[in-house]
């Protein structure tokens, strides 16, 4: 895992940028197509800001695939991971993604997460950009985590403290309008990609960032998983390394 700590958010957002847009030119020219993974939330704001505006990406030879959704929510709602994205990343795009695979959180969600799975198992993710929750989380991967688990996209219960960090983030009004359930990308899958990008600002993420990196591997720290990949760019700005030292 290599870690790299910038001093702003912005700063973070844009290297995160920088280095996952490498990992997609590569794909395209060594392949000719890339697949890549994006996330939603606060900790993404800069990176996907920046991604958009990285030069020389065919974009129309770039397929995405969504990390999770809250079940039950509109596609229109304020807090809909799919509008985040579609109003952050795929509208934004200087030209139109070859696909984007939103998460239907209006369908029946087994069938969801059986279609996501057939769409997304032929291929090779070139690069996943992802970030880490307040409890550790890695997507909508709660602790304790499956680590083991063979699906590729599952509905998950989310615990108090992942629905409190939503809240806190001002996504919805007040604790009981948060969701109980989502659907999201497992922890294998994630790790199925070839680079990671783990962008990570914030002071409230400071514990989590120190249990995933200095801490055994743990489904109770579902992002210490990460230490079993061998591409991955954790990027943190300076209050999330706090807790880190030397």
Known sequence: MRVTILKTPDE??????????????????????????VATGASQFATLT???????????????????????????HPASFRRFLRERFVDRLPTPLGSFAAIDASG??????????????????????????????LAFND??????????????????????QQLGEGWFPTLDDVPSRAISMTVPEIL?????????PDLRKARAVRDAVRGTVDPQVPASALQRHANVDLLLD???????GD
């Open 12 to 37: 973070l957002g844009r290297e995160a940028a920088r280095r996952g847009a490498d990992s997609i030119r590569a794909a395209l020219r060594d392949h000719g197509r890339a697949t890549i993974i």
């Open 50 to 76: 920046h991604l958009i505006a990285e030069s020389e990406i065919d974009w129309g030879r770039v397929d995405a695939f969504h990390l999770d959704e809250y079940l039950g929510l509109d596609a229109d």
């Open 108 to 137: 029946e969600p087994n069938g969801v997460c059986r279609d996501l799975a057939r769409r997304i198992s032929s291929r090779t993710v070139d690069v996943a950009f992802i970030g880490i929750g307040e409890n550790g989380h």
């Open 143 to 164: 602790p304790p985590a499956d680590f083991e688990t063979t699906a590729v996209y599952h509905v998950v219960q989310l615990d108090e403290a992942c629905r409190r």
């Open 192 to 200: 199925r990609a070839r680079h990671i990008v783990c962008s990570v």
């Open 238 to 244: 300076l209050p999330a390394a706090t807790l880190l």
